[in-house]
Each structure stands twice: as C-alpha cells, then as structure tokens.
C-alpha cells in the first residue's frame, strides 16, 4: 500500500517539481552562455517573485488571470479535447466587457460590473464552444481551429478598437471608451490585489468541484477518457464535450473581462500579451487539474513578475521569461515518459526478490521450461 | 463628357488592375513561406507525425537567417543558418515525440512556446541592423510598368520551392525513401515487419521537414517583409499545417494551397495601398478566416480524411 502511494506521489508531485527544477538549471546555462551570473538570475528570479509584499501582489496580480485561461485548456482537456485558443477567448472577453457599455444603458456600479463580466464570459464560451461545435459536427480539429478562431478574435478586435469603437481620445495608443469609475473592479479591501484574483481562485475551485464532485463532471471525464464508450453507454458526449469547452471559454472569457475592468479601464492592445499561451502550460504543469492550477499559476505569475527585474538588474531581454516557460514546458512533457517508472521497478524488485535471485539467459530459461513439459508429458502418460 | 467618364472608368480599372497585380504578386512574395513550411509539415505528416512546432522552427529560423546574413554579409549562408535552427528545433520535436506516451501536439505547442522564446531571447540585438537581403529575380523587366515590375519581382526561393514540390511528388510515388516514409506514416506494424525503425523514420522526416521549413523561415527575415521583428509570424507555420490537410497531403497542391494563401494575405496591403484603409485587420485576417472555412468545408465527422496518412492524430 505504502508502495503504491509512494509511487503515485512520485508520479504527481516529483515529476513536476523535477521537471520544473531541470528547466531553472536550463535556464540557467542559457543566461550563462549569455554572460549573466546563474545564481544570480534565479536569486533575482525569487526575489521578483516572491521577495517581498510588492512582488507578491505583482505575482498575484498576475496569477489571476492565468487561473482562467488554465481553466480553457483543463476543462476541455478532460473531456478529451486539446484547446489552445484560449488567447481568443480572453480577447473576447475584454471586447465584449468594453463593449456592453455602447449597447446598452449600465448602472454605474457593482451591478454594471457584474453585468459586463456575465457579457465577457458569454463572450468566451461562445468562442470555444464553437471550436467544439465544428469538432464535433464538422470533425474539424479542435487544436487547430481554436487557434485560427483566437487569430480571428484578434482581427476583429483590432479593427473595432482601432475603428468603429475607438475612444477619439486616445491618440497613442487606439482604446475602446474607458469604462465608467464605479464600474471598475476595485482592490480586494485591505490588500493591493484586485478582485480578479479572488474569482480565478474561486472558478478553479469551483471547476474542480463539478469536475471530480458531481454526476455531470463524472460523466464528462468518462467521455474525456474514451467517447465512444461513453457514446455506448448512453452519455450524450457531444453535448458534454461542448460544454466543457463553453464553460473552459467562459473562464478564459472572464479573464479578459477582468484585464480590462481591473486593470486597463478599455480594451486596446494592452490585452494582447500572451496570457492564453501561458495558460496552456499552467495547465499541462498542473496536469490539468482546477486545483492544482491554483499554486501553479501563481508560480508562473511569479515568474513573469520577476521579468521585468531580470530585463533591470541583469540587462536579459524581456523575453528571458519566455525562454523559461518554453524550456518548463518541455520539460514537462519528457516528464510524461517517466510516469509509472516508479512502480514498474518496484514492482520488477519485489518480484525478482521473490523468486531466485540468479540471472536466467533465454536459454536456460527455454531449456528450463522443455524440462518441466517434458515431465508433465511423463507424468499423464 | 464622355471621355471624362471614359478617363474615370479606365482610371477605376487600373485600380482594380493594381490590386489584382498586387495580389498576385503578393501571392508569390507571401506565399513563399507558407510553400517552405506546408512541404516540410506535409513531409513530417506523410511518416505518421503533426508537428504544431513548425510555428516556433519559422520564427527561430527567420531569426537565425537573420543573424547569419548579418554576421557573414552572405544572404546564402543565412539561409543556411536558418534550415539549420529549423532543422534543430525540429529534431528536438521528433526525439521528445519518440519518448514512450509524449504526445506529438502538445510537444508542438511547447515547441511553439520555446522557439519563439529562444527567438525573440537571441534576436533582441537584431531588431536594428539592415542584414544582406536574398536576390530578386527581376522578370516583370519586359513591361514599363513600375506595377508590373514590383508583382513579378519574385524572391528567388520561390522557384526552388517549386522545384522542392515537384521533387517531393516524384519522390513519394518513385523512390524507396519515399515508400519507407509513407509506409510510416501508414502502417508503422508494416514498416516494423520490414525492419525498419518507425521512431527513426519519423525522426529524420521531422528533422528535414524543419529544415525545409527554416528556408521559409529565412524567406520571412531576408526577402519579405526582409527585416526581424518580434511580430513577423503570427501563425503561418499553424496555418501551414491547415494547408497541408487542405492540400490532401499531396505536395503539388501544397504549391496551390501556398499560393491561395499568399493572395489572401497579401489583399490587406494591397487594398491599403490603394488608400482602402477600412478594414485592414479583417483583411489581414483573411487567411486564418479562409483555413477555418477549408478545414469546416474538407472535414467530415464521419470519415478520415481521404489522403491522410493513416498514423496521423489530426485526421481519426
């Protein structure tokens, strides 16, 4: 028994925390190759992470939206779909939360904030279910179509800010009308972090619950697992796996709401910075489960809070963070071919401690078994 | 009277003349990459593997084509630089790929992910320097038309790209590399049968499909739009990778399909350099709106897809 857990926290735990530790040490030949101190790099690298109160709510502030966009990658993925578009529906999302405003009559407060956050959900869910509607409909890979639908959210939300919905007050950089002050998503009261982070946390626990605490998440795990046995079974998989990617767009939907309602005031090109890219890998790292994503998420925050202090101190271009989410994600995913490792050899010691310990060739092991045939022959006849 | 309307509406013709020469013209000039990346995705796809990276091997190699022209003074050797880096990152994704339960699309996504890191990492110093641009083939010489001259300016990767096409056609249907890499990518029990190595043919089709799509990518840094920057791919080596399932995994149409793409996303410049200005995102956009509607028109929820390699993730 103890075996068993021992190996299954090996696999859970270990794996990704050596795969995470193998990717600093990549990092830090690579800053090395360049001239820069390692120790130095991942010093500054823990420091602008997790140094002090302010890199904290750097690092948190920039946690809670990759909670989210995580969230459109898991959720899918557990009902066997892989979503990458989720940079598609956060854009979404934050044209959609700047967007309610022109069309309709908002009460300038938590209500009004309310409101644009359901319209940048919405917006979301409805851009990833319809990667699952032509997946499941069309048999269009849902990979590539929700990455070519995140290349098209992006257009059109260049043109309509740029166009049609720009603030003629914004010379520089081309912004939707910013929105009313009361409807901002203010600071949660005692702390320098924003609401935001509060509903990342919340979603994650929540999609966690319906995942592994209800009928519906029972179901479309099985479907995740295999769809055509679920289909044999009697679960309606199409509709299942649709609204896993509904719900997954509806979080990453929230995320670009919660950009522009708490941090940019408008939408414009500010959202645009990779946040549904990193949410992928927060997501593999936390092997896709809403809990997991959590920690993960704000470790990665982390890391791109410390960014800007590598690009101060150590002159490393901006990109440097980039570099060592690429070499995590690989890392990550060599890891896959080390699961159940453990065990395999565990179990291969108790066997062979059980049985005679000396080395048997194929040889003698052929000659050993035409011994024993031979004297079950002898003994029927 | 009426020769005002005649002046206008020949003047409203040789707009519209403008744009198409444009496009055409632009068909070539952008297509090129997308020609580059879709050969390498359809040879790496024919053995049995997707590989999503080729995103990340188009912006490292454009950067490393970029470097290297710049450093050596010779645009060759940067092209050679390029197919280098691509063909590298590439081998990183056929060796992950090999591992026991590493799967080929997410290993394209972080691939995606650590190129375009690595690139814009080591491209940083780049972003400023004018590096040797690749030769034009001038065969629009015949006309006085500065129009005409400017579309058949054509980047001179683009004949050895159609040259690669036709080889590679010919190589599947003739040569035993070609059974062996389809044989792959169809029945890799087969291809153990016959004592081959399936990881091994799969590796070096990813490899050489990198380094084919590194030329693309030094097409992007040394002919057009002939500079680094940190936006210079945005999702054509994704988009290639529809291509390639719209062409049927044939290379010739590949040759087509780059084209068709090329035109569309050279519409955008085209209609804004006629002073249309409207819309220039959603014309930018075209080419992503046009491979959703290929892959929703192609794809069928009941079938594989005719042509696909039988190993292929994308197509059961």
């Not at chain 1, 995470?20 to 390692?38: H, T």
Request: hydrophobic share 55%; glycine share 14%; aromatic share 8%.
């Amino acid at each position: 028994m103890s075996d068993s857990r021992l190996v299954s926290l090996f696999d859970n735990v270990m794996l990704p925390v050596l795969a995470l530790a193998g990717s600093l040490l990549l990092f830090g030949g690579f800053v090395w190759l360049g001239g820069a101190s390692p120790v130095e790099a991942w010093v500054l690298l823990f420091k602008g992470a997790f140094g002090d109160a302010f890199s904290w709510q750097n690092t948190l502030q920039r946690a809670a939206p990759l909670m989210l966009t995580a969230l459109c990658v898991a959720l899918p993925q557990r009902a066997g779909l892989m979503v990458i578009g989720g940079e598609g529906a956060l854009v979404m999302g934050g044209l959609a939360c700047a967007a309610l405003p022109y069309a309709i009559e908002l009460p300038s407060h938590v209500g009004g904030t309310f409101m644009v956050l359901v319209a940048s959900a919405l917006a979301g869910a409805a851009w990833i279910a319809l990667a699952g509607v032509l997946r499941e409909h069309r048999g269009v890979n849902e990979t590539i179509s929700s990455l070519l639908l995140g290349y098209l959210a992006i257009g059109v939300f260049k043109h309509l800010v740029e166009g049609p919905m720009r603030d003629p007050a914004s010379l520089n950089k081309p912004s939707t009308l910013p929105l009313p002050e009361g409807m901002l998503l203010g600071l949660i009261p005692g702390q320098e972090v924003h609401w935001g982070l509060v509903i990342g946390a919340v979603a994650c626990v929540l999609a966690g619950l319906w995942l592994f605490g209800s009928t519906h998440g029972f179901a479309t795990r099985v479907v995740g697992g295999n769809a055509r046995a679920a289909r044999l079974v009697g679960l309606p998989s199409h509709r299942l796996i649709i609204t896993a990617c509904a719900l997954g767009g509806a979080a990453a939907g929230l995320a670009g709401g919660i950009e522009v309602a708490a941090v940019h005031t408008a939408a414009n090109a500010s959202l645009i910075v990779g946040l549904g890219y990193t949410g992928i890998l927060v997501s593999f790292v936390a092997r896709h489960n809403p809990w997991v994503i959590v920690p993960v998420a704000i470790l990665f925050g982390g890391f791109g809070a410390a960014g800007s202090l590598l690009q101060r101190r150590l002159d490393l271009p901006d990109a440097s963070v980039l570099v060592l989410q690429g070499f995590a994600f690989v890392l990550i995913l060599a890891a896959e071919a080390w699961r159940g490792r453990l065990g395999e050899w565990l179990s291969w010691r108790a066997a062979s401690a059980a049985k005679s310990p000396v080395h048997e060739t194929s040889r003698q092991r052929l000659q050993r078994e035409a011994l024993i045939a031979l004297k079950n022959r002898k003994e029927a006849a | 009277m009426s020769v005002e309307l005649g002046a206008e509406l020949s003047a409203g013709w040789s707009l519209w003349g403008d744009v198409a020469l444009a496009v055409l013209g632009g068909a070539i000039r952008v297509g090129t990459p997308f020609l580059f990346v879709s050969l390498g995705e359809c040879l790496t796809e024919k053995s049995g593997r997707i590989n999503l990276g080729l995103e990340g091997v188009l912006v490292l190699s454009a950067m490393a084509g970029f470097a290297g022209s710049l450093w050596t003074g010779s645009a060759w050797l940067g092209v050679l630089a390029a197919a280098a880096a691509g063909a590298l990152l590439a081998l990183l994704h056929g060796l992950l790929c090999s591992l026991p339960r590493v799967n080929d699309i997410a290993t394209g996504i972080a691939l995606m992910l650590l190129g375009a890191g690595l690139a814009f990492y080591l491209g940083k110093p780049l972003i400023q320097p004018q590096a040797a641009q690749l030769p034009a083939l001038e065969w629009g010489a015949w006309s006085d038309s500065p129009q005409v001259q400017a579309a058949l300016r054509i980047n001179v990767l683009f004949p050895i790209g159609v040259a690669l096409a036709v080889l590679m056609a010919w190589a599947f249907a003739n040569t035993r590399w070609g059974l062996i890499v389809r044989m792959a990518g169809d029945s890799s029990d087969a291809a153990r049968a016959l004592g081959y190595s399936v990881n091994g043919v799969r590796i070096w089709a990813t490899t050489v499909g990198g380094f084919l799509a590194g030329i693309g990518g030094a097409s992007l840094s040394l002919h057009y739009p002939g500079s680094w920057n940190e936006g210079l791919s945005s999702g054509q080596g994704l988009i290639a990778v529809a291509l390639v399932i719209f062409a049927r995994w044939r290379p010739m149409a590949c040759l087509g399909a780059a084209l068709l793409f090329g035109g569309a996303g050279a519409l955008g410049p085209a209609l804004q350099s006629v002073g249309m200005g409207w819309g220039y995102h959603l014309f930018n956009a075209m080419p992503y709106a046009l491979t959703l509607l290929i892959l929703i028109w192609t794809c069928s929820p009941k079938r594989a897809l005719q042509g696909a390699p039988m190993e292929l993730g994308v197509s059961r």
